[in-house]
């Protein structure tokens, strides 16, 4: 049933993270607080459209019979795939300072996306796929028996309302804390939008050389630009909520009931339901897509003293055909180190989750590893590297550092980890028991029990594992800009210093060519997602 002491425990979570950031400690400035407020404002803003927007998206795919359901669920379902980049520079190709709406509609002093605007919106866009998904799930996870007896004595909308969406208000609070997660730590949208986040901050005292550590200078850098308070609230904040959130999604490794639940018949809001379903994939999928295709085929000529901009396909083509040889240089590193990072991440992961498969005090080695590689700022990752391996005295670890791909395969894996361990741990608890005790009853030991009966059952949670690691990997950008080593360009690098100036036929072709490549990969995903057996997902009937 309802419990209003969720939602008063919620807001005093947020209470006294706004709290803790009020009460730095005295020798913090006026910008110090200022900057870890504005991380905990554009989360709080993006959960403010992203939460609504994906609970009556959840509501509609997962529990009722409006039309387009699973072509909806498969698109949102894609775009948990897509980098925030992409997103970014999809949005930003349509609607910022340089997009066609300004171009054509507006004014280039007032584009649309601009500022907070522009973060808190790219930002929710991005995070409403996550939300919808990870609701609908909680919202398949009531037991039919109850809502079966309570149908006896209600309509259905009233046993909708008080048994099966009390059951999801933990989802809800699951996908806001990753909603909190993915906005406070990251620096793409902050920085094209220029909102002056902490995440950005360390970007740009980096970029200024303030945060260049060497030997003998920590103490520079400690009294550089700010102070480091607002980094230890602001990753607090996250730690917490990762840990939260990791904890809790690992409770999913069982269904609620083996009964699948039951679907809500809409009536004659049928159509409508579809309608807005429709409206809702237009807005999140097909807006974007439609801006990277105009600015491909978009041409520009001087006719008299006039400028006519016309669009036609026959450029799109032309420019999709020359993309991979323009960026292939950047491709062909993308590609080295996601499938370096994937492969590794796999490989650390897969001990790490079996070890936690059975919970309690085993756990806490996985457990502190995804926490740590989630919450932790994408910058500050980059500068603690930098910190560690950009040192003169040690031949060996500049060459490292400056040499091979060792700096930028180390961040993108502290990224993708966390995901690693949580798809191959709930893989793992899936495993009957039985299994297990048999193999051990027949003299297997834990390595043998390992290799020979729990990995040849869960190869498609390994192959899941692995592609969804290399997708984090090519994506990730917070991080691994700061420690591309000199002669390694990354498609993400290289879009992103782009699409500053605006996102022209190039930039968006490109971007076209990675959206159809994650797309592809979306659908090995979901193939392989289907087969490894994780009950946190569901299949839309």
């Given at each position: 049933m309802f419990d209003p002491w969720r939602i008063f425990r919620g807001l005093f979570l947020v209470i006294g993270c706004v709290a803790a950031t009020a009460l730095l400690p005295p020798w913090t400035s006026r910008r110090e607080q200022l900057l870890a407020l504005n991380s905990l404002y554009l989360a709080l803003a993006t959960c403010a459209i992203a939460l609504p927007a994906g609970m009556l998206l959840a509501g509609l795919l997962a529990r009722t019979d409006a039309p387009g359901r699973r072509i909806a669920f498969y698109v949102l379902a894609a775009l948990l795939f897509m980098p925030?980049?992409?997103?970014?520079?999809?949005?930003?190709?349509?609607?910022?300072?340089?997009?066609?709406?300004?171009?054509v509609l507006g004014s280039l002093a007032a584009p649309p996306l601009e500022k907070w605007r522009g973060a808190v919106w790219v930002h929710a866009m991005a995070a409403i796929p996550w939300t919808a998904l990870i609701i609908a799930a909680g919202l398949r996870r009531p037991p039919p028996e109850c809502e079966e007896a309570a149908l006896l004595d209600a309509a259905p909308a009233a046993v909708f309302a008080r048994i099966t969406l009390p059951f999801a208000w933990g989802a809800v609070g699951l996908a806001a804390l990753w909603v909190f997660i993915a906005t406070a730590g990251e620096i793409t949208v902050a920085d094209m939008y220029q909102v002056n986040t902490y995440a950005r901050e360390l970007y740009i005292g980096f970029a200024l050389g303030e945060f260049l550590i060497g030997p003998g200078e920590a103490e520079a850098a400690a009294s550089a630009t700010f102070?480091?308070?607002?980094?230890?609230?602001?990753?607090?904040?996250?730690?917490?909520?990762?840990?939260?959130?990791?904890?809790?999604?690992?409770?999913?490794?069982?269904?609620?009931?083996?009964?699948?639940?039951?679907?809500?018949?809409?009536?004659?809001?049928?159509?409508?339901?579809?309608?807005?379903?429709?409206?809702?994939?237009?807005?999140?999928a097909a807006v974007p897509l439609a801006n990277f295709v105009y600015q491909a085929g978009v041409r520009v000529e001087q006719i008299g003293d006039r400028l006519e901009r016309y669009w036609t396909p026959v450029k799109v083509v032309q420019m999709l055909a020359e993309s991979p040889s323009r960026f292939g240089?950047?491709?062909?590193?993308?590609?080295?180190?996601?499938?370096?990072?994937?492969?590794?991440?796999?490989?650390?992961?897969?001990?790490?989750?079996?070890?936690?498969?059975?919970?309690?005090?085993?756990?806490?080695?996985?457990?502190?590893?995804?926490?740590?590689?989630?919450?932790?700022?994408?910058?500050?990752?980059?500068?603690?590297?930098?910190?560690?391996?950009?040192r003169e005295d040690s031949p060996l670890l500049v060459w490292l550092y400056d040499r091979t791909l060792f700096a930028p395969v180390a961040t993108a894996l502290a990224r993708t980890i966390p995901?690693?361990?949580?798809?191959?741990?709930?893989?793992?608890?899936?495993?009957?028991?039985?299994?297990?005790?048999?193999?051990?009853?027949?003299?297997?030991?834990?390595?043998?029990?390992?290799?020979?009966?729990?990995?040849?059952?869960?190869?498609?949670?390994?192959?899941?594992?692995?592609?969804?690691?290399?997708?984090?990997?090519?994506?990730?950008?917070?991080?691994?800009?700061?420690?591309?080593?000199?002669?390694?360009?990354?498609?993400?690098?290289?879009?992103?210093?782009?699409?500053?100036?605006?996102?022209?036929?190039?930039?968006?072709?490109?971007?076209?060519?990675?959206?159809?490549?994650?797309?592809?990969?979306?659908?090995?995903?979901?193939?392989?997602?289907?087969?490894?057996?994780?009950?946190?997902?569901?299949?839309?009937?």
């Amino acid at each position: 049933m309802f419990d209003p002491w969720r939602i008063f425990r919620g807001l005093f979570l947020v209470i006294g993270c706004v709290a803790a950031t009020a009460l730095l400690p005295p020798w913090t400035s006026r910008r110090e607080q200022l900057l870890a407020l504005n991380s905990l404002y554009l989360a709080l803003a993006t959960c403010a459209i992203a939460l609504p927007a994906g609970m009556l998206l959840a509501g509609l795919l997962a529990r009722t019979d409006a039309p387009g359901r699973r072509i909806a669920f498969y698109v949102l379902a894609a775009l948990l795939f897509m980098p925030l980049y992409l997103q970014t520079a999809a949005w930003d190709a349509g609607f910022g300072r340089q997009g066609w709406y300004s171009a054509v509609l507006g004014s280039l002093a007032a584009p649309p996306l601009e500022k907070w605007r522009g973060a808190v919106w790219v930002h929710a866009m991005a995070a409403i796929p996550w939300t919808a998904l990870i609701i609908a799930a909680g919202l398949r996870r009531p037991p039919p028996e109850c809502e079966e007896a309570a149908l006896l004595d209600a309509a259905p909308a009233a046993v909708f309302a008080r048994i099966t969406l009390p059951f999801a208000w933990g989802a809800v609070g699951l996908a806001a804390l990753w909603v909190f997660i993915a906005t406070a730590g990251e620096i793409t949208v902050a920085d094209m939008y220029q909102v002056n986040t902490y995440a950005r901050e360390l970007y740009i005292g980096f970029a200024l050389g303030e945060f260049l550590i060497g030997p003998g200078e920590a103490e520079a850098a400690a009294s550089a630009t700010f102070g480091i308070w607002p980094g230890v609230v602001v990753t607090g904040w996250l730690a917490i909520a990762a840990a939260v959130f990791l904890t809790r999604l690992t409770h999913w490794d069982q269904p609620a009931s083996p009964r699948p639940p039951r679907t809500y018949s809409l009536g004659r809001f049928r159509p409508f339901a579809g309608l807005l379903l429709l409206a809702a994939i237009l807005l999140i999928a097909a807006v974007p897509l439609a801006n990277f295709v105009y600015q491909a085929g978009v041409r520009v000529e001087q006719i008299g003293d006039r400028l006519e901009r016309y669009w036609t396909p026959v450029k799109v083509v032309q420019m999709l055909a020359e993309s991979p040889s323009r960026f292939g240089r950047e491709i062909g590193w993308t590609s080295a180190i996601g499938v370096l990072t994937a492969s590794l991440a796999v490989a650390l992961a897969a001990p790490l989750a079996w070890f936690a498969r059975r919970g309690g005090w085993r756990s806490i080695p996985a457990l502190v590893i995804a926490v740590v590689g989630m919450a932790t700022p994408g910058p500050l990752i980059g500068l603690g590297l930098i910190a560690v391996f950009n040192r003169e005295d040690s031949p060996l670890l500049v060459w490292l550092y400056d040499r091979t791909l060792f700096a930028p395969v180390a961040t993108a894996l502290a990224r993708t980890i966390p995901w690693a361990i949580l798809v191959l741990w709930l893989a793992f608890r899936t495993i009957p028991a039985e299994t297990l005790e048999s193999g051990a009853l027949d003299g297997a030991g834990p390595l043998t029990r390992f290799l020979r009966l729990a990995a040849p059952q869960r190869l498609a949670a390994f192959g899941l594992a692995w592609l969804l690691s290399l997708v984090i990997s090519t994506g990730e950008l917070a991080a691994s800009i700061l420690v591309i080593p000199p002669g390694v360009d990354t498609l993400a690098v290289r879009i992103f210093g782009l699409i500053h100036a605006g996102v022209d036929d190039q930039v968006a072709a490109i971007c076209l060519t990675l959206v159809l490549a994650v797309v592809a990969l979306a659908a090995i995903g979901w193939t392989l997602l289907k087969r490894s057996r994780l009950p946190i997902f569901f299949n839309v009937q």
